[in-house]
């Protein structure tokens, strides 16, 4: 059973940064794909940024373009979100995704979770 950990969140004001971390539990290189997601109270987790396994290629929703950056370290098994310049909408529970084929079958495996806050 794959283990996604994510640590990084807390409270930060507007405009402030933070490094959301998540380290899995086995190589990254088995995923083909991981991302970020964010899921705001009352509201459906939506994607925020994934990177393949090359890490070429990521993608941003188009409220964060310019302003997080997500990167992924192969040899330390962790994929990062960089996020500069915060604004209260980005406050929400950020997960860790991790997509594999094995056995022809595809899984999604999720972090439990890390609370972001912006707030002044």
């Known amino acids: 059973q794959v283990q996604l950990v994510e640590s990084g969140g807390g409270l930060v004001q507007p405009g402030g940064s933070l490094r959301l971390s998540c380290a899995a539990s086995?190589?990254?290189?088995?995923?083909?794909?991981m991302g970020w997601y964010r899921q705001a109270p009352g509201k459906q987790r939506d994607l925020v940024a994934s990177?393949?396994?090359?890490?070429?290629?990521?993608s941003y929703a188009e409220s964060v373009k310019g302003r997080f950056n997500i990167s992924r370290d192969n040899a330390k098994n962790t994929m990062y979100l960089q996020m500069t310049g915060l604004e209260p909408e980005d406050t929400a529970v950020y997960y860790c995704?991790?997509?594999?084929?094995?056995?022809?079958?595809?899984?999604?495996?999720w972090g439990q979770g890390t609370q972001v806050t912006v707030s002044s």
């Open positions: 990177i393949t396994s090359g890490g070429s290629t990521p």
């Open positions: 086995r190589s990254i290189f088995s995923f083909y794909a």
């Open positions: 995704n991790a997509k594999s084929i094995e056995h022809y079958a595809r899984y999604d495996y």
